[in-house]
């Protein structure tokens, strides 16, 4: 497989500060790391000529963009249709519970609909996933 088969897009809501952006994309790698098939992962072990080992990384593209709160909730929608693609979402509930048993409560009591999005990432193959956020504008702190 080359770099270039599969990409990884984190997307921010762009009424989303800098701290809470760097939280949310920090979650939501966990998550797609956790899923995702084993060769998202390049070396997984590097060692620098001191003998010191570092953990790899990603082999594949990973960009941080952002959306209007409306397009991010649109695109969520979009890419979970697409059975191709490993979404991983945060909802504003997941900033507002401070442990894991008040956000499963949280969430249960939500309608999908009624959710409010800071966050997601998309990863899968390289045509999908630039299909649904190919023209989406790169994150950069302002």
Known sequence: ????????????????????????????????????????????????????PHLGISQFFFIVTKVKTSKLKETIHKAKSNPNLLVADYPKEMLETRTDAELVDAIAQKENDALEYLGAIIYGNTEDVNEITGRFQLWKID
């Open 1 to 52: 497989m080359k770099y270039e088969d599969k990409k990884i897009v984190g997307i921010i809501a762009s009424n989303v500060s800098a701290p809470v952006a760097l939280n949310v994309i920090g979650h939501l790698s966990v998550a797609i790391g956790k899923y995702a098939e084993a060769d998202i992962m390049g070396k997984p072990v590097l060692m620098d000529k001191s003998g010191v």
